[in-house]
């Protein structure tokens, strides 16, 4: 367990939770404890689904930039690979995953919650890429992930701009996915992952490395990886546990209990 960055396990679900007052600002320790903690995540069979949370008042105000203004080029060109790597863990963590947001989440924060499955905030929440007004660009994922996501035009005007988004534009062009009043954000998170503590959790890593697979590469690429997936999934428990149980009760009803 970690000074900044813990994970605490409950109920078949897993929750990183950032814990470095007042806003969770990452710097080189939170990062590498973020890192341990997904593999963490990734490792412990009784995990899930994992929930990215910093509490109740604020996700992530972004990368520690009284840290970063003493970084030369050499130091930089060193580290920057380091941090994007570290958010890339949990960005292919072979489980559902979903970030909590309260508060803010700028910057590094909301790179942070661009590598789960799922955002959903606090309808007081404000999100965004502000690296442009200290005269760089995101670095661990902002750029590549948030075109991905909201389309290269759209990205480029909040990257360009470096605007806060509040949670209701943020909703309406897909940087989050769900808005909530502030005090129900964990819990609705919660919800979101609790449908999977007992799904089949191979079939799930497969769906997911599919879909961001194929995000990679052209549409045929695309299709080899899905046709690949879906018939490795014939030699797991999973596949036979579902289909017998959909011939012998119907669909809805298998019980899972395979990683």
Known sequence: MGEFVRLEVADGIGTIRL????????????????????IEARENAEVKAVIVYGGPKVF??????????????????AYGPELSGSLSVLAELPKPTVAAITGYALG?????????????????AKVG???????IIPGAGGTQRLARLVGPSRAK????????????????IG????????????EAARRWAAQFV?????????AKAAIDGGLDGDLTSGLKLESHLFAALWATEDQKTGMASFIENGPGKAEFHGR
């Open 129 to 135: 890429q502000p690296e442009i007004l200290l005269g």
């Open 60 to 77: 992530a105000a972004g990368a520690d930039v009284k840290e970063f203004a003493t970084m030369s080029y050499p130091d930089i060109a």
């Open 157 to 172: 005007d909040l990257i360009y701009t470096g605007r806060f988004v509040k949670a209701e534009e943020a909703l309406s």
């Open 198 to 206: 007992n799904a089949p959790g191979l079939a799930l890593a497969a």
């Open 175 to 186: 940087m989050v996915d769900e808005v909530v009043a502030p005090d129900d954000v964990y």
């Open 108 to 124: 590094g924060g909301y790179e942070l919650a661009l590598c789960c499955d799922r955002r959903i905030a606090g309808d007081n």
């Open 19 to 38: 814990d470095r007052p007042p806003m969770n600002v990452i710097d080189r320790q939170l990062q590498a404890e973020l890192r341990a903690a997904a």
